[in-house]
């Protein structure tokens, strides 16, 4: 009786350092957004887009400026949708760099719905706003030839606060207009300046008198996206 006493004794002792492991490593774990209870887990990104899907292309293929740990990322996020669905959820925050003189660096979980409906899915993309790229909405360097020379400065004030909580975010072209976005997104720049919004339109002509968001004016200029 002895022996079988220390026996259990001692399976008791893994059991409960095996319990603190999984403690301390829940501790230390990211967790994401609470789900509804009667959600299962496996369905935790259904939810993701409802848009319907009629083709999918790598974004990499257009974007060859990316960094090796961008294209790493846009290939992951390709790779793990499931039968064209939507991707799941990457710990990266929905952000905006508005470079000097240059394009909007877009990184987060991106749906880009093109003008004939197509919609691709990324982790970053890199937009065009000098208005003379010929791969819109996509940047490739016209910029440079066009002399875009402004320098990304942002003049409109926060609507909600900033999070590092991963969220997706819906962009859509829109023909001979600017690219409308909903979804939290956050814009920044090289001089400190931020806005948080959750839904607004990005200027892609490069006449807005508010870049980075548009005011109209590729009506008034007759921009053409295509």
Known sequence: MLQYSQEKDFLEDIVMDDTTK???SAAVRIDPDPK?????????FVAYMNDP???????TSKQPGLTT??????RWF?????????PRLLEVPNEVLV??????????NITLVHEDGTVQYSNHVTLCRCGASGTKPTCNGQHLEREFLNPGKISEASEIAASQRPSKITLSCIKDG??????????HNQFNQECVKMRGSLCRCGQSASKPFCDGSHSRTGFKTG
């Open 53 to 59: 899907v009629e083709k999918v292309e790598s974004p």
């Open 36 to 44: 509804p209870n009667s959600q299962k887990s496996g369905d935790a």
């Open 22 to 24: 999984q403690a301390a």
């Open 78 to 86: 390709t790779e793990r949708q499931k039968n064209q669905g939507a």
């Open 69 to 74: 740990t961008a294209k790493a990322l846009d």
């Open 178 to 187: 600017p690219i409308t976005f909903r979804g939290r997104l956050r814009l």
């Open 99 to 108: 470079t000097n003189a240059g394009p909007l660096q877009l990184t987060g």
